[in-house]
């Protein structure tokens, strides 16, 4: 059954207002509140309803529901858990600390599903996504304790899995994961803002620094001073 994705997002907006309001638990307070967000909601989507594709499958909204359900419950956990871990941290006489850069390819691959990783990872305390790298689809993320990468990336591997249902992407939860690669700490990893283009160019163009040799075209200017010296 297909829906206007405006009419959806609307709804979804009134929900978010509920959420965000913080309407106390009651059936007045939460139907008014939910009244507003309508009347606020729809108007919004109506007017942006360009940038959202035209139809919007709900059968697949209904059953994508329980893994959004089941990546919200783990999500919560993992914001507790690293709270309580990080806190340890901060506190510990000797602030057992060693950060580290590791390297995260993904299966999921719409930009919807890299965002919602990329930031959940970012709002746990104790991790944060340094930089996408668009060729590998993977993700640099900075964490607060390197000496078990494998512990801190089991959470986003099953964070992915549930994207994989919800954004209705290609790969399958079955699917095996990539390797993961960690950055020693004399080699950081390399930034990714420039195009692939842009770094094909510049690594094709010869350096013109004084440092990469003192090898300079002979205009004839050195030969003609030599040749009034000697006069």
């Known amino acids: 059954m297909n829906a206007r994705r405006w009419v959806v997002a609307g709804v979804a907006f009134a929900v978010l207002w509920v959420l965000v309001n913080g309407a106390t638990l009651t059936p007045t307070s939460l139907a008014g509140t939910f009244l507003v967000g309508l009347a606020v909601g729809m108007p919004v989507a109506f007017i942006f309803r360009r940038l959202y594709e035209e139809e919007f499958d709900v059968t697949r909204l209904v059953s994508a529901a329980p893994a959004v359900v089941a990546y919200t419950l783990l999500f919560a956990r993992e914001i507790v858990v690293a709270n309580i871990d990080v806190t340890y941290?901060?506190?510990?006489?000797?602030?057992?600390?060693?950060?580290?850069?590791?390297?995260?390819?993904?299966?999921?691959?719409?930009?919807?599903?890299?965002?919602?990783?990329?930031?959940?990872?970012?709002?746990?305390?104790?991790?944060?996504?340094?930089?996408?790298?668009?060729?590998?689809?993977?993700?640099?993320?900075?964490?607060?304790?390197?000496?078990?990468?494998?512990?801190?990336?089991?959470?986003?591997?099953?964070?992915?899995?549930?994207?994989?249902?919800?954004?209705?992407?290609?790969?399958?939860?079955?699917?095996?994961?990539?390797?993961?690669?960690?950055?020693?700490?004399?080699?950081?990893?390399?930034?990714?803002?420039?195009?692939?283009?842009?770094?094909?160019?510049?690594?094709?163009?010869?350096?013109?620094?004084?440092?990469?040799?003192?090898?300079?075209?002979?205009?004839g200017d050195e030969h003609d001073g030599g040749a009034e010296d000697g006069r």
């Open 89 to 219: 941290r901060v506190l510990a006489p000797r602030m057992p600390i060693e950060p580290q850069v590791i390297y995260i390819p993904l299966r999921v691959e719409t930009d919807l599903g890299v965002t919602t990783i990329a930031n959940s990872i970012t709002i746990t305390p104790g991790t944060i996504t340094l930089d996408h790298d668009p060729d590998e689809n993977a993700l640099y993320v900075h964490i607060i304790d390197g000496r078990d990468p494998e512990a801190v990336v089991e959470p986003i591997r099953q964070w992915e899995d549930y994207a994989l249902t919800i954004f209705d992407e290609d790969r399958s939860p079955g699917d095996t994961p990539p390797e993961i690669r960690v950055h020693p700490p004399d080699y950081p990893p390399e930034p990714k803002t420039v195009t692939t283009q842009e770094r094909q160019m510049r690594d094709t163009t010869p350096a013109t620094t004084a440092e990469d040799g003192d090898e300079r075209p002979n205009t």
